[in-house]
């Protein structure tokens, strides 16, 4: 069945360095969802990619749509502590099937 | 309502025993889903409901567990004869309908299962 993996699983970083966590699909994607996991909560959406090489911006993060619509990436430029928790991916099947998530830390 | 409900927040209950965890979705949302997380794991898809009727209920992982939807509202997921490895974080989503491309998922706060 379709997989959506994510990389890495843990990032720590220093606040102001830049974090990337990037995910990718076995079958091509008619869409791409990224979601944000406080430590204790749920998961919230950010965002919806739906165009080939589509990329998106937030503030200091991101998004971005592979050309083949098989793989993402999210960027977060200068990470601040607010921006801890574990970002997931997902893919729809249907349902969502999502990626297993990038925990970041962030050290102030 | 507002946001998407889930009652009890935690429940903690005997192996062997039956539970039944409730997610009230965001009124007028047709799909709802239902996920597990374990601690430090990803979301596990078990089950979704499109109005109250099940597609998919490829992800439930025994006949120990079962869901309902009335109409396009409550749902409920049950658990029967619990064991051990349910303990985990159960959360319910929903969205306008089942097309992907009118936007993500509202999730629940989740019902936290501690099976002892």
């Known amino acids: 069945g379709q997989q959506v993996m994510q990389i890495p699983q843990y990032q720590h970083v220093q606040e102001g360095e830049d974090f990337t966590t990037y995910c990718n699909s076995s079958t091509t994607l008619s869409n791409i969802q990224w979601y944000k996991q406080r430590p204790g909560g749920h998961p919230v959406f950010l965002i919806q990619?739906?165009?080939?090489?589509e990329v998106k911006k937030q503030k200091r993060l991101t998004f971005q749509f592979g050309e083949a619509k098989k793989n993402s990436s999210l960027h977060i430029t200068a990470t601040q502590t607010t921006d801890v928790g574990t970002y997931f991916c997902?893919?729809?099947?249907?349902?969502?099937?999502f990626g297993q998530g990038t925990e970041l830390s962030v050290k102030p | 309502g507002a946001g998407v409900s889930q009652s009890p927040s935690n429940k903690v209950t005997e192996k062997g025993k039956d539970v039944e965890l409730r997610c009230d979705p965001i009124?007028?949302?047709?799909?709802l889903y239902w996920y597990r997380q374990r601690l430090g794991q990803g979301l596990e898809f078990l089950i979704y409901f499109q109005g109250n009727s099940a597609p998919d209920k490829s992800g439930l992982p025994s006949d120990r567990f079962s869901a309902e939807r009335t109409g396009e509202s409550v749902s409920t997921l049950t658990i029967q004869r619990t064991q051990q490895e349910d303990s985990a974080v159960y959360l319910c989503a929903s969205s306008q309908n089942m097309g992907q491309r009118y936007g993500g998922y509202t999730f629940g706060s989740g019902t936290r299962l501690t099976v002892v």
């Open positions: 990619l739906v165009k080939s090489g």
């Open positions: 997902a893919g729809p099947r249907g349902k969502l099937i």
């Open positions: 009124s007028g949302h047709t799909a």
